[in-house]
């Protein structure tokens, strides 16, 4: 597995960064305004963006004063590609399986 996706599936195992990814597919927002939604400080919820970031799932970009922080649409890719490889040999599989009790009938 390439690193990339490691650190993508990294990102995505912890249900706080996965709510954290929910909440930026609504929109741009400030650690801050994230801070909001968790029971949490400010630090741990940057440690959170910190590893989403370098999972490649969110981008951040400095806005005057604030760093807005945003879902990268292209980050999820490298995952479901590689998940759509196993979805893809499951099928086959599956399908190998199905005419094979087809053809006993």
């Not at 709510?19 to 609504?26: S, Y």
């Not at 741990?44 to 922080?69: C, F, M």
């Not at 479901?80 to 086959?92: A, H, S």
């Amino acid at each position: 597995m390439p690193p990339n996706i490691q650190t993508g599936f990294r990102a995505l195992a912890d249900p706080t960064r996965r709510d954290i990814l929910h909440l930026l597919a609504g929109g741009e927002q400030t650690i801050a305004g994230l801070t909001t939604h968790f029971d949490m400080t400010r630090a741990a919820v940057k440690k959170h963006l910190t590893v989403l970031s370098d999972g490649g799932l969110i981008t951040t970009r400095t806005q005057g004063r604030e760093r807005l922080n945003a879902l990268d649409p292209n980050g999820l890719e490298p995952l479901r590609d590689w998940i759509g490889f196993f979805e893809q040999f499951w099928d086959e599989k599956l399908s190998s399986l199905k005419s094979a009790i087809e053809s006993k009938d």
